[in-house]
């Protein structure tokens, strides 16, 4: 694994931020592999129930404890108004097989200027997440863009998963974007966290709130 390397002078500075919720078995290798790329990782425990946050600060990121589950959204928010950095990459807190080489995919066509934003897709890392993950790309929470722009999403604390409202976002303001793929990285499903009913139960309300989000913003 790559050692952390503080950035250079007058080098863009960059932060790694992680909403999770009860996440307590995966959080502390995603924190380490952010902190390969930046010191300044941020996760937020939106209401966990389990040791999110004390197993996330022992691996050395900076925590946000919300005191309710207010939603993906209302975390990546919260972790946005922690930091003033140019640059953030957003991680879901459950992805196993994550490298400082996939951080560096996702960084450098931001970096550069040549995107506005990346958004990572899966290849390799396991079938039920390859297949979510290529079947709707677009909802992706593995990305990297510039912090002002993302604060400037509509909405963005309100939506309990705030992929839809940042890619309807891309496409309103004219951004660059593109799909980088992730090889060999993977996130553990729902079901394995919380059982299969349970898991079943999670990963349709996650799907219909997030294929929804149009037909809601036009009632709203």
């Known amino acids: 694994m790559h050692m ?5 002078s ?16 995966t959080v502390a290798e995603v924190v380490r592999v952010g902190l390969t790329v930046t010191s300044e990782v941020v996760v937020v425990s939106d209401g966990s129930s389990d040791r999110t946050a004390q197993v996330a600060r022992e691996a050395g990121a ?27 990459v957003m991680l879901d807190a459950d992805l196993m097989g994550l490298t400082h080489e996939h951080l560096e995919q996702l960084l450098e066509p931001v970096r550069s200027g040549q995107l506005d934003m990346s958004i990572g897709v899966f290849d390799g890392g396991g079938f ?6 290529k079947l709707t790309p677009h909802l992706s929470g593995q990305r990297a863009c510039r912090r002002d722009w993302l604060l400037t999403v509509p909405d ?23 799909y980088v793929v992730l090889e060999q990285v993977a996130q553990v499903v729902k079901e394995k966290k919380r059982g299969f009913w349970k898991g079943a139960q999670a990963r349709t309300r996650m799907y219909a709130d997030l294929l929804t989000y149009h037909a809601r913003r036009k009632r709203s």
């Open 10 to 25: 007058g080098t863009t500075r960059v932060a790694v931020v992680i909403p999770a919720f009860n996440e307590e078995d």
């Open 62 to 88: 900076d925590v946000v404890e919300l005191s309710e589950n207010a939603g993906k959204g209302a975390a990546l928010l919260a972790a946005l108004h922690t930091t003033q950095v140019e640059l953030v």
């Open 156 to 178: 963005l604390g309100q939506e309990r998963w705030p992929e839809p409202a940042i890619t309807a976002h891309l496409k309103a303001t004219g951004a660059r974007w593109d």
């Open 4 to 8: 952390t390397q503080p950035a250079a």
């Open 128 to 133: 039920v997440t390859d297949w979510g993950n």
